[in-house]
Each structure stands twice: as C-alpha cells, then as structure tokens.
C-alpha cells in the first residue's frame, strides 16, 4: 500500500504531465492524460487485492479466487465489448477500475470472514486507508502548482520532489514500516545511531 499507493496517487493527479515528459507530444498527454489516471486508479485496485488473493492461496483456499477470477471473466469481455465502442480508452479503463473495485470489496469480506477475522479492521484501516489516504493527499496538495511553464528538467525535478513527499507521508503513517525504515536508516547512517 504504501509503495503502490504513492505511485498511484501520483500517477493519479500528474498522468498528462508524466505523458507529456515521456512523449514530449502535448496533444498525446492531453488525449491518453486522463486514461493513465484511470488506470492508476484500477492498478491500485489490482494490487490491492494481490495480498488477499496470496493469503487464501496460502492457506490451499483456491475455490474463491477461481470463482472471483471466472466471474470478473464472463463480466469483463462483455463489459469491454459494449464499453470501448461506445467510450473508448477512457470507458474502457473504468471497467477495469470497477471490475477491481467490486473484487476488492467482496473477496475482502469473504476473506476476512473466513481467515484472519482479527485483523479485518486493522487491515482495513491502518495498513490501507490510511496511507492510501496520505498519499492521495500530499499529492492532491501539490497539484496547485502549475508545472507546464517549466523546463522539462524542472517538471522532471518537481514531479520527483512530490513523489517522495507523498512516499514518506505514507510511510510516516504506517506503523511498521516506518519503524523498519528508521532501524535501516539507523544501520546505514551511523549520525542517527
């Protein structure tokens, strides 16, 4: 959450500038900006459901990742049959961001009614929420500031300067990977011993 949500979040309110630094096309970053931006959001999804999908396959529970997985299928190729037509690109990544969504939600609740009930809101709210949360939010922060009027080193530098921001605001606000990252810095910079 905290490494993909980050990448997300930035993904997220930058895509267009991010297209425009890759392509150096303006009309490219304009038409395929605001795809990326969706499909950001439904790779986060995706992601967001790995950690799930590996518990129950740890614990040799295949059967609800083998009907999650047909369902999203007989869903999906009708979904994207009818979509892209109609919506294009844009259309089309927000399947992928519902199908995602609505896997998340259900899988979830299967799961954690079934293993790990314990942690069902821990997980839910500490290790997700909240630094999906902080990233979204340092991000959005920094999206007052214009960047197309800069050289394209600058854009590069302040695109880089928002995603450590909003890394370490995820960072900060996850218990144990903020105490893991202190004790590494700890070890590799002996000042802060």
Known sequence: TVLVGSAAAVLFFY????VGLWTHDPEVASHTGAILSV?????????????????????????LA??????????LIPAILYIAPRYGGYGTAWVWVVLNFTNLIVCFAIMFHRLLREEKWSWIVKDTFIPLLSSFSIAALFTNITISSLTYAYQVVFLLIVSLFTLASAVMVTYYV????????????????
């Open 15 to 18: 895509a267009t500038a991010i």
């Open 39 to 63: 499909l950001a959001l439904g790779g986060l999804l995706n992601v967001l459901n790995w950690m799930p999908y590996q518990i129950q396959l740890a614990s040799g529970w295949t059967s």
């Open 66 to 75: 083998l009907a999650a997985n047909s369902i999203s299928l007989i869903v």
């Open 178 to 193: 903020r105490v893991n990252t202190v004790n590494l810095l700890k070890r590799l910079i002996p000042i802060m011993r």
